[in-house]
């Protein structure tokens, strides 16, 4: 099993990258195939597949996109290959955020997901996608500090885990508490 592959983008195409690594280029499937550059140098964390047909390395730019990737395919019905659309189509927040609040019309926005599909992610992945890497923020303070805020106000955790990923991260606490309270009371 490979964590990630170190080396340089030597082809990009719709659906994958090639990185040399080692004198190797690895076919890797990602969500975004045209973020990357040529010819630069690249860490991709990657996942493999290994089926009776199949033999496939899935990659991401980042911990949290691969760990969401993951979730994503442990739902019943739902492979890699219908998971990477919504890794390139929608924003980890975004996704996380459709998933608590049971958003299925945020979610069959993707290809190829419709309405038994989507409530079948909701159910096996709702309580489920917090990610670490989601949880700081640009200045320092974390989502986690803005929790224990609301949490003191006497917000549930369930609550509270929608709001704060749609608060502008650049604040001070301060106007991350005033934010997050004007989405609350709506």
């Known amino acids: 099993m490979y964590n990630y592959i170190f080396g340089k983008i030597t082809d990009i195409e719709s659906t994958f990258v090639v990185i ?8 890797i499937f990602t969500p975004n195939p045209y973020s990357f550059d040529m010819n630069m140098v690249y860490k991709i964390y990657v996942y ?3 089926r009776e047909d199949e033999n496939s390395l899935y990659g991401f730019q980042t911990k949290e996109e691969k760990e969401m990737f993951l979730k994503l395919i442990s ?3 739902l492979g890699p290959k219908m998971a990477l659309p919504i890794l390139a189509t ?8 459709a998933i608590e609040r049971e958003n299925i019309l945020y979610l069959k926005k993707f290809p ?5 599909v989507a409530k079948q992610i909701i159910l096996d992945l709702k309580g489920k ?5 989601l949880e700081k923020v640009n200045n320092g303070n974390s989502y986690e500090e803005l929790t224990e805020v609301l949490k003191g106000l006497g917000y549930k955790e369930k609550e509270i885990k929608g709001i ?3 608060v ?3 604040l001070s606490i301060e106007d991350q508490v005033k934010e997050a309270l004007k989405l609350l009371l709506k």
């Open 90 to 97: 929608g924003s980890l927040s975004g996704i996380m955020d």
């Open 48 to 50: 493999q597949v290994v």
């Open 75 to 77: 739902v019943k019905g």
């Open 168 to 170: 502008d991260q650049n």
């Open 20 to 27: 040399e690594a080692g004198g190797v280029g690895y076919q």
């Open 112 to 116: 190829k997901i419709g309405d038994k």
């Open 164 to 166: 704060v990923v749609k």
């Open 129 to 133: 996608v917090s990610i670490a890497g």
